[in-house]
């Protein structure tokens, strides 16, 4: 079951990232994005140092107010990453956001950005975010909506800085940029 449900969310995530979202709502938006944040799961290596312990959960974190309502809770339901049951947690601080493997950053947190990315240099966290300009100020992973459609913009340098390893087919599918003059 879990195979299926993985199925479909990466065939949707990938057909919704080339297919137009005219005359989607936001939160039909936010619901690819919630897909994207779970294929994140499996197409990028963590360090087994990113983990308190071999059974911890893996954490997407979504900092702040919550753009995705239930959507993102319910395409992690009964999902792990490498043996690690994937959870949601709403944080609010950046020492709970240190705790995430995943966090998104949505885009009225743009105040507390560079704090937030500031605060985290030091862990295995992905920062990933949807706000404007997110790429030059140390995001790792920008979600951005073009002609209704959905792209991303990596920062493989920031990335690996984290000890991350992204796979080469997430790679493929985007822009890489770099943070002190990228996209």
């Known amino acids: 079951m879990a195979v299926l449900?993985?199925?479909?969310?990466?065939?949707l995530a990938a057909a919704m990232a080339f297919v137009p979202m005219a005359?989607?709502?936001?939160?039909?938006?936010?619901?690819?994005?919630?897909?994207?944040l779970f294929n994140f799961s499996r197409f990028i290596e963590w360090p087994a140092s990113a983990f308190s312990k071999s059974d911890a959960p893996f954490v997407v974190g979504i900092y702040g107010n919550d753009p995705f309502g239930g959507n993102l809770d319910e395409v992690v339901k009964g999902e792990s990453a490498n043996g690690h049951p994937l959870v949601v947690r709403r944080v609010r601080s950046a020492e709970?956001?240190?705790?995430?493997?995943?966090?998104?950053?949505?885009?009225?947190?743009?105040?507390?950005?560079?704090?937030?990315?500031?605060?985290?240099?030091?862990?295995?966290?992905?920062t990933v975010s949807d706000l404007p300009g997110a790429s030059q100020r140390g995001v790792m992973i920008r979600l951005v909506t073009e002609n209704s459609r959905i792209r991303l913009r990596i920062d493989v340098e920031a990335a690996?800085?984290?000890?991350?390893?992204?796979?080469?087919?997430?790679?493929?599918?985007?822009?890489?940029v770099a943070a002190n003059g990228g996209r």
């Open 96 to 126: 709970e956001a240190a705790g995430c493997q995943i966090l998104f950053i949505p885009k009225e947190e743009n105040r507390r950005l560079e704090e937030l990315v500031s605060a985290l240099a030091k862990s295995h966290t992905l």
């Open 160 to 176: 690996r800085a984290a000890q991350l390893t992204i796979s080469s087919n997430l790679l493929r599918a985007a822009e890489i």
């Open 23 to 36: 005359g989607h709502t936001a939160a039909d938006e936010y619901q690819v994005k919630a897909v994207f």
């Open 5 to 11: 449900r993985f199925l479909r969310a990466a065939l």
